[in-house]
């Protein structure tokens, strides 16, 4: 069976310091990979996807990016955090087809101090 | 534009009562339709989806969804409410055009479920 994994569960960071969010998705291969954002328990925002390795889709112009070194692994990054960019991150793995639903990992809660 | 509209940000039931949930959506093509659930600082769980075939469609924990192709909805329902329901439900739609290789989902903005004992 697929297993999607986030680390780290939780991250206190200061303002204008480095992140890396890391995604794994186990038990599938060449799945599609999603990064969202939820701010306040409510909608969700899609940062980026990617549909292969290397390929990287961003949705939302920010100082944020992504990449995708390996096929089950999909990295979230900022080189300087700011306070809008605290929220629950979330994974999310498909298998590329338009007639499967997205499975979630538990997600990752970023407060930026 | 594909959109999806969720128009209760929350909806109040109490246990052992019927729930609805309601979803409408617009696609440019055929519509592929889903529903999860979410609690507390949890990740979204899938329900259940509609891709073609009976408009009813059965899903996890008693949930079913009615699909509507007049109407363009897709409410979820259970005939009757738990306590352990209350949580956030979240509605989406891909189309098989614009999104048929990327697979990416418009969500709706949630509805919270509270269930009252």
């Known amino acids: 069976s697929q297993t999607i994994h986030q680390w780290p569960a939780t991250l206190v960071q200061p303002v204008g310091s480095p992140l890396s969010l890391e995604c794994t998705v186990e038990g599938t291969s060449n799945p599609n990979l999603y990064w969202y954002r939820q701010a306040a328990g409510r909608g969700l925002q899609l940062l980026f996807y990617?549909?292969?390795?290397?390929?990287i889709s961003s949705e939302v112009p920010q100082n944020l990016s992504a990449s995708r070194p390996q096929d089950r692994q999909f990295i979230l990054s900022s080189k300087k955090l700011l306070l809008s960019d605290s929220g629950f991150y979330l994974c999310?793995?498909?298998?590329?087809?338009?007639?499967?639903?997205?499975?979630f990992g538990p997600g990752t809660r970023l407060t930026v101090t | 534009a594909q959109s999806v509209a969720q128009p209760e940000d929350q909806v109040n039931v109490a246990e052992g009562n019927p729930l609805t949930v309601k979803c409408t959506y617009s696609?440019?093509?055929?519509?592929?339709l889903f529903w999860y659930v979410q609690y507390p600082n949890r990740g979204l769980q899938f329900l259940l989806k509609?891709?073609?075939?009976?408009?009813l469609v059965k899903g996890s924990y008693g949930f079913e969804a009615e699909f509507n192709k007049s109407q363009t909805s897709f409410h979820l329902k259970k005939p009757s409410a738990l306590v352990s329901d209350s949580a956030l439900y979240f509605c989406a739609v891909r189309d098989g055009i614009t999104s048929s290789n990327t697979g990416k989902l418009i969500f709706g903005q949630g509805t919270t479920l509270q269930v009252k004992p």
């Open positions: 509609y891709i073609t075939g009976d408009n």
């Open positions: 696609v440019s093509g055929n519509p592929y």
């Open positions: 990617s549909v292969g390795i290397g390929q």
């Open positions: 999310a793995w498909s298998p590329g087809t338009e007639r499967y639903e997205q499975y």
